[in-house]
Each structure stands twice: as C-alpha cells, then as structure tokens.
C-alpha cells in the first residue's frame, strides 16, 4: 500500500540551533518527526512483506542515515546491499547518471526493496528500478524518505514516501551539500547564499565544490528540468 500522503506539504520552517544558524535557514523536519515517520514506513513496510525474506538496496551516500534507521523498524529476514550512483550536470542542463558502486548481492528471483533519500525529478529511481529490472527480480519497491513532488519530470511514484516536501535546497540526516551537513539529526535547509556564494568565493572553497560533483547538481535542482520519459512499472512482492 503507498504512503505518499503529503504530511508536510505545507511545512513551518522552525527555529535552527545557533551552531548551524549561519547555513541553515531552518529545520524542516526534526529528529522526532522523522522517528516517528519512520516507525510507520517500518510498519507498512512489514505487513507487505509477510513470510517473505528482502534484499534491500540502498543507494549511497545520502541515505546512510535513513536506512539505519529504517532497517531497526523491519522485524523480518533481510539482506542488505549498496549501489553507488552519481549525476554529473553541466550548467542548468541535467546531467547524465553514473553508477560507481555496484551490487554485490544476487538479485535474481528477490524481492528488492530500494531505498534512496530524496525523490525528485525521478531521473534516479527511474534509472535504478531499470537496472534492476533488468536482474530479474520477484519483485521492486522503492522507499523514499523524501518526496519533492512538484519537481518531478515524467511520472515516477515511490511505494513507500517518508514526506513530500517543498522544492526546497535540504540536508541533514544523511543529505549533504558539498558533502558536509550528513551528520546534522534533522532535515534542514540550506540557504541558498551558501551555494551560490561558491562561483564567487575564494580558490580554496570553489576547489571543495569542483570535486564535489554533487554540488553543481544541488544548484541545478531549483532550475526546472526538461520533460522526461514515463517511468518504468515495479513488480509487487
Ligand atoms: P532525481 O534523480 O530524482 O532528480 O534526484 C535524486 C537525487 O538528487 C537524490 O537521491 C539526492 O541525492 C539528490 N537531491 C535532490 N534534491 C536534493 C536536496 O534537496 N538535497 C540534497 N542534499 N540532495 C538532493
Ligand atoms: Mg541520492
């Protein structure tokens, strides 16, 4: 059964601890609401699942927090596995997917259960469930913990939504900017001045940002993309 009811679709930006005030403009969703969101996830998640064993994929890096999280919540034989995916951009134009780590897991005849942290424009997911797919599978369902639904480009639905949010720049709770902010407890938001300050800042901090390819695709993710290809469907377990 999908959980995409928005639960935060019009959220109340609180206020930030003083220690990431300079960055953050706000807490979007705090520690306890993701606790408890996520207890529910585990819960749905476990009555789809009855008498069944899943492997769970879990892209990196974002979603480090989220899946140790999920993961306590789902009281049922499991294995777990990791796919590495990066999206390079050039400019505004979106970019093309990477994938640079692979599944070590046998994936044939499982039943996968895909877990990434953000939903967007669905180019990612789209992508993965392919790949996937493509191992033969029992079935695929992907978790997200959270929705940006107004971004999306094609038609993309997850199984299981944490929170659709607004298009809004987050980190925190495993998403990064510039690969800094994964340790934050709470999903925050990022002020736009501090991405956009990095074309003009110093050599030292535009060097963090040309490594980071991730950055140059955060930037890009308030621009509206360009229409893409209907998404293709996930088997049920
Ligand atoms: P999509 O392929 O759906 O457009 O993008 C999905 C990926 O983009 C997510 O898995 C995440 O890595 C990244 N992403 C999208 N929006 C955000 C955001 O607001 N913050 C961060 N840190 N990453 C994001
Ligand atoms: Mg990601």
Redesign the pocket.
Known sequence: MPLSKPRLADTLIRRIPPSHRADLSGILISEAELQTRIAAIGRAIAKDYVGKEVLVVS?LS??VLFLADLLRQLPFPLRVDFMG?S?YHSGTE?GH?VFNKELKLEVKGSHVLLV????????????VTAKLEALQPASIRTC?L?D?KE???GT?EADYVGFV?P?????GYG???AER?RNLPFVGV?KPSVYSEVAEAPEPVRKVAKKAP?VS??VG?SIP?KKGKKAGSTGRP
Do not use: E, M, P, Q
């Open positions: 892209l974002g979603t995916v999206s979106s997917l990434d942290d953000i939903l967007d424009t669905g180019k990612t997911l789209r992508a997200v959270l940006k971004r999306r480009v993309f949010i298009n809004l720049f987050v980190v998403l990064d900017y902010y990022l991730k695709k955060a993710k993309a």
